[in-house]
């Protein structure tokens, strides 16, 4: 059972740019019955602009991280940094948890950065992400080692972190959220992009379009079934769209 079991908000009619989020502004009922959920749709959907009210509902850095690293920047909405957070509302079930993680892909760089300063002074700290600066790993490397020595129990959000995989890395990554689902101990809450992680077992997916949000099964979604036929022949496809 998930710990994130209902995500809702009222329609937008405040003025800011959440009105013009043809997917938000008619206001949201998502039931989170799994505790793998994903975000999918087209670029501009809104899905991110969801996911870091979530996080920031739940208390996390919108700079990515957990509760101990909570970095400011300049731009607030009413005490909140994302302007739909001060709408949402979240409910849980059995219980709320506090522990967790925020990451987005862009901006892991910063947060490998301020790994790295508080190591600087406490060299331990650095033990919870495989021993060495997450500058000197690759992107790949380095977000899996967060996910192999840091991720336990919580509530994972994560905005496409297949931007720093490999395929087969991406196979690992389900397969480490596999490890965490079966604990009943951790739930992800996971835009994407990624046609194979979309795939993963009992998942819950829902797609952001002109419509709204709406629950679909990866077989639905565009991410999958254009990546099969592209992939199924890749020369008649191109040849269809160059000529065409
Ligand atoms: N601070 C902001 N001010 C004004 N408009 C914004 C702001 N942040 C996002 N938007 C707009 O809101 C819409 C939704 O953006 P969002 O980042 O949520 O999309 P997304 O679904 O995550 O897209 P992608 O798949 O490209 O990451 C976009 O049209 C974007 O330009
Ligand atoms: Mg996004």
Redesign the pocket.
Known sequence: MPFLSRISHPSLLDGT?LQ??PSLNNGLRLCLDSNVTFFV??????????LEAIAEQCGFSLKGGNRNHNLNTGHRFEGYES?LAPYLQLAWSPRRINEGFFMRAESFFNFASYIDELAADDPRLLRAYGGRSLHEQSHGESFLSLFNNQFESGIYILD?PEAALSPARILAFMSVIHELDRSGRAQFII?T?SPMLICYPGATIYQ?DESGVRETSYENTEHFYLTKSFLDNPEAYLRHLMDG
């Open positions: 740019y013009h989020i749709g087209e670029n501009g959907s809104g899905k991110s602009t969801l302007a496409e835009a992009h952001f």
